[in-house]
T-cell receptor, first 110, second 115 residues
Framework: GENVEQHPSTLSVQEGDSAVIKCTYSDSASNYFPWYKQELGKRPQLIIDIRSNVGEKKDQRIAVTLNKTAKHFSLHITETQPEDSAVYFCAASNDYKLSFGAGTTVTVRA | SAVISQKPSRDICQRGTSLTIQCQVDSQVTMMFWYRQQPGQSLTLIATANQGSEATYESGFVIDKFPISRPNLTFSTLTVSNMSPEDSSIYLC????????????FGPGTRLLVL
């Protein structure tokens, strides 16, 4: 089955700086890569996603890049704000089955 | 995106008992999924529930322990049977997005504590 590795497990950044989270996947058949943000006690919320025929996607301060050859994808958050503090999960999907990374706890210091 | 609700939101149960969790969506969806999130951990897919067919279980999850029903296109239940403290987790349902494809949106989750 699919194996998704996510790094780092924790990330502390100064407000206004950028944050980068990296994920690798093992199954070359995976073709959909979403990112979820989960605040304490809340449900995971989809923040951005990318499909295998696209190399990069941006939505305001959030961007995702995908390198299918290397089987890795990354989340970039620019101009971080305190409300960006949360746990972020990457995932890879093959045939509608999401396999999640272990998560990254992001703390934005004011 | 669809409005997804789950019942109960949380429960405390005794070992050996069973709990049925409900997931309701405000629009018809073909695919519904059940996940488990153990304390401080990531999400793990338990099974895929499609209306009109048996649920498809992932490795490590069996129907006797986690029976699933999908009576229509807006509703599903997950039962956690013969519970032990190791079953203490958050159980989340998810549904495919309105645009189809592989986008999934999650319900609020059911927080289960087994004593």
């Amino acid at each position: 089955g699919e194996n998704v590795e996510q790094h780092p497990s924790t990330l502390s950044v100064q407000e206004g700086d950028s944050a980068v989270i990296k994920c690798t996947y093992s199954d070359s058949a995976s073709n959909y890569f979403p990112w979820y943000k989960q605040e304490l006690g809340k449900r995971p919320q989809l923040i951005i996603d990318i499909r295998s025929n696209v190399g990069e996607k941006k939505d305001q301060r959030i961007a995702v890049t995908l390198n299918k050859t290397a089987k890795h994808f990354s989340l970039h958050i620019t101009e971080t704000q305190p409300e960006d503090s949360a746990v972020y999960f990457c995932a890879a999907s093959n045939d509608y089955k999401l396999s999640f990374g272990a998560g990254t706890t992001v703390t934005v210091r004011a | 995106s669809a409005v997804i609700s789950q019942k109960p939101s949380r429960d405390i149960c005794q070992r050996g008992t069973s709990l049925t969790i409900q997931c309701q969506v405000d629009s018809q969806v073909t695919m519904m999924f059940w996940y488990r999130q153990q304390p401080g951990q990531s999400l793990t897919l338990i099974a895929t529930a499609n209306q009109g067919s048996e649920a498809t279980y992932e490795s490590g999850f069996v129907i006797d322990k986690f029976p699933i029903s999908r009576p229509n296109l807006t509703f599903s239940t997950l039962t956690v049977s013969n519970m032990s403290p190791e079953d203490s987790s958050i159980y989340l349902c998810s549904v495919e997005g309105a645009s189809g494809g592989e986008t999934q949106y999650f319900g609020p989750g059911t927080r289960l504590l087994v004593l």
